[in-house]
């Protein structure tokens, strides 16, 4: 069965540095990996997707993540952390005909 | 451009109500789900259609019904509502294929007294 888990379900951080979300995830076929962004009492918008053409996926917003198969990672990361990146991220892994397995969520908050 | 539209945005029940959720897409997606989120379970699958008139199960159904008689429609019912499904309800869309993101509605926020 597929599953996704997310470390950390707070993470902050100060304006200007390194943001870095964790997200494991069990498979046992070569999955499709989503990171979605969810802004507060809106819906969930599409960071980036992983569909195997390069392990290393560049997203909106300066948000990339790396595709790592040894280690069942698929962490976010961004340079710079920016006020308008606090909000809540999701990991997810696709199952057949498209159906979404969710990790817990990470609320990201940024200091100034 | 709309994209995916939820109605209403936010209902108070009080507990045996019986109610329904609109989801509308303009994409011209074949697929569509319906989730709740609840806090500190990110989002969990309550029904799913992959075409017009056609309707599926997720993680968790039991309590809910679906219909999709138009193809731009994916309704969600709650026949007799209970405490348990108060929850942040969210309706997303896609065209096929399991690479394929899905586009979600602002959601429906529903309290059940």
Same mark, same amino acid.
């Given at each position: 069965a597929q599953s996704v888990t997310q470390l950390g379900s707070h993470v902050s951080v100060s304006e200007g540095a390194l943001v870095l979300l964790r997200c494991n995830y069990s498979s046992s076929v070569p999955p499709y990996l989503f990171w979605y962004v969810q802004y507060p009492n809106q819906g969930l918008q599409l960071l980036l997707k992983y569909t195997s053409a390069a392990t290393l996926v560049k &997203?909106?917003? &300066?948000?990339e993540a790396e595709f790592k198969k040894s280690e069942t990672s698929f962490h976010l990361t961004k340079p710079s952390a920016h006020m308008s990146d606090a909000a809540e991220y999701f990991c997810a892994v696709s199952r057949r005909r498209g159906k979404l397995i969710f990790g817990q969520g990470t609320e990201l908050s940024v200091k100034p | 451009n709309a994209g995916v539209t939820q109605t209403p945005k936010f209902r108070v029940l009080k507990t045996g109500q019986s109610m329904t959720l609109l989801c509308?897409?303009?994409m011209n997606h074949e697929y569509m789900y319906w989730y709740r989120q609840d806090p500190g379970m990110g989002l969990r699958l309550i029904h799913y259609s992959v075409g017009e008139g056609t309707t599926a199960? @997720?993680?968790? %159904?039991? @309590?809910?019904?679906v219909s999709r008689l138009k193809k731009q429609n994916f309704l969600l019912g709650l026949e007799s509502a209970? %405490?348990?499904?108060?929850?942040?309800?969210f309706c997303a869309s896609s065209q096929p294929g399991g690479d394929q993101p899905q586009h979600f509605g602002d @959601?429906?926020?529903l309290s059940i007294l």
């Amino acid at each position: 069965a597929q599953s996704v888990t997310q470390l950390g379900s707070h993470v902050s951080v100060s304006e200007g540095a390194l943001v870095l979300l964790r997200c494991n995830y069990s498979s046992s076929v070569p999955p499709y990996l989503f990171w979605y962004v969810q802004y507060p009492n809106q819906g969930l918008q599409l960071l980036l997707k992983y569909t195997s053409a390069a392990t290393l996926v560049k &997203g909106i917003n &300066g948000f990339e993540a790396e595709f790592k198969k040894s280690e069942t990672s698929f962490h976010l990361t961004k340079p710079s952390a920016h006020m308008s990146d606090a909000a809540e991220y999701f990991c997810a892994v696709s199952r057949r005909r498209g159906k979404l397995i969710f990790g817990q969520g990470t609320e990201l908050s940024v200091k100034p | 451009n709309a994209g995916v539209t939820q109605t209403p945005k936010f209902r108070v029940l009080k507990t045996g109500q019986s109610m329904t959720l609109l989801c509308a897409q303009d994409m011209n997606h074949e697929y569509m789900y319906w989730y709740r989120q609840d806090p500190g379970m990110g989002l969990r699958l309550i029904h799913y259609s992959v075409g017009e008139g056609t309707t599926a199960k @997720g993680e968790v %159904p039991d @309590g809910y019904n679906v219909s999709r008689l138009k193809k731009q429609n994916f309704l969600l019912g709650l026949e007799s509502a209970a %405490p348990s499904q108060t929850s942040v309800y969210f309706c997303a869309s896609s065209q096929p294929g399991g690479d394929q993101p899905q586009h979600f509605g602002d @959601g429906t926020r529903l309290s059940i007294l």
